[in-house]
T-cell receptor, first 112, second 110 residues
């Protein structure tokens, strides 16, 4: 299984809602990533987890809260988002120390 | 100066043509270079991964790195309509941080 899966595919939420994005991989990778991609822009790194520990936080606002419950799962908890947070949220994974990152299909988030 | 720069295009070529996509990067210390392909409304797909200088070939795709000019290229031979997508070059900065170019939107016309 060489796939990264993400749920849900689409999410619409209000600014007062709390929701979570989920990511799963079964490639035995020990590094997992969250990226944000706005329309017609490249993906931008948000968080990196290595061995289930947060190793990089690219100064992301606290309304985004990542969680890595185990080596296969990565969550992104969302609370009090703004309309400008509407984007495609991508999860990726790689071997620890590996440079080849494999991406999931993304969750398209719309904040009303 | 951005770490990696890429002409966003768009680029439109006829089917069967050779396509050349290019990026420049700023820091000569970068060692790892990638090309990703992203179809509309999908996640990026890793196409090619090269370390340091030289060429790497995989089927119709060739990735080239010229460290003397800090230039990376992706060539697509015998281009097909199914190759129509956005192509993103990327470098690894520090440990694990993937930094992408702007992406070039490519259309192959039948």
């Amino acid at each position: 299984d060489t796939e990264v899966t993400q749920t849900p595919k689409h999410l619409v939420m209000g600014m007062t809602n709390k929701k979570s994005l989920k990511c799963e991989q079964h490639m035995g990778h020990r590094a997992m990533y969250w990226y944000k991609q706005k329309a017609k822009k490249p993906p931008e790194l948000m968080f990196v987890y290595s061995y289930e520990k947060l190793s990089i936080n690219e100064s992301v606002p606290s309304r985004f809260s990542p969680e890595c419950p185990n080596s296969s799962l990565l969550n992104l908890h969302l609370h009090a988002l703004q309309p400008e947070d509407s984007a495609l949220y991508l999860c990726a994974s790689s071997h620890q120390g590996g440079n080849e990152q494999f991406f999931g299909p993304g969750t398209r988030l719309t904040v009303l | 100066q951005k770490e990696v720069e890429q002409d966003p295009g768009p680029l439109s070529v006829p089917e069967g043509a050779i396509v050349s996509l290019n990026c420049t990067y700023s820091n000569s210390a970068f060692q790892y270079f990638m090309w990703y392909r992203q179809y509309s409304r999908k996640g990026p797909e890793l196409l090619m991964y090269t370390y340091s200088s030289g060429n790497k070939e995989d089927g119709r795709f060739t990735a080239q790195v010229d460290k003397s000019s800090k230039y990376i290229s992706l060539f697509i031979r015998d281009s097909q309509p199914s190759d129509s997508a956005t192509y993103l070059c990327a470098i690894i900065q520090g440990a694990q941080k993937l930094v992408f170019g702007q992406g070039t939107r490519l259309t192959i016309n039948p």
